[in-house]
Nanobody, 119 residues
Framework: QVRLVESGGGLVQAGGSLRLSCAASGSGFSINAMGWYRQAPGKQRELVAIITSGSTNYADSVKGRFTISRDNAKNTVHLQMNSLKPEDTAVYYC??????????????WGRGTQVTVSS
């Protein structure tokens, strides 16, 4: 059974930094892509950043402030968030696209971690 476990959320003042981590556990899979999404109250869930084996992509709103990285040996993805703004406040979700071999490719979500940026 595959699980994604996020950590690193919390409360920070505007201009501060946080580092989110997401670890994929289980067996029998390879990771095609891992990414972070966020959902603020009353808004739709949106892509923040995604990383594949060869590229990274970011939402325009976080470019230059957030950095996504991946530790393949630990099946972990990190999101370094700098220069945080109150509008970054949201629940941040980890998503992973996993190849299960002949079983196909599936998307898995973590439960989310709250990030709150105070002004």
């Amino acid at each position: 059974q595959v699980r994604l476990v996020e950590s690193g959320g919390g409360l920070v003042q505007a201009g501060g930094s946080l580092r989110l981590s997401c670890a994929a556990s289980g067996s029998g899979f390879s990771i095609n892509a891992m990414g972070w999404y966020r959902q603020a109250p009353g808004k739709q869930r949106e892509l923040v950043a995604i990383i594949t084996s060869g590229s990274t992509n970011y939402a325009d709103s976080v470019k230059g402030r957030f950095t996504i990285s991946r530790d393949n040996a630990k099946n972990t993805v990190h999101l370094q968030m700098n220069s945080l703004k109150p509008e970054d406040t949201a629940v941040y979700y980890c998503k992973s696209r996993l190849s299960m071999g002949p079983g196909g490719t599936y998307d898995y979500w973590g439960r989310g971690t709250q990030v709150t940026v105070s002004s």
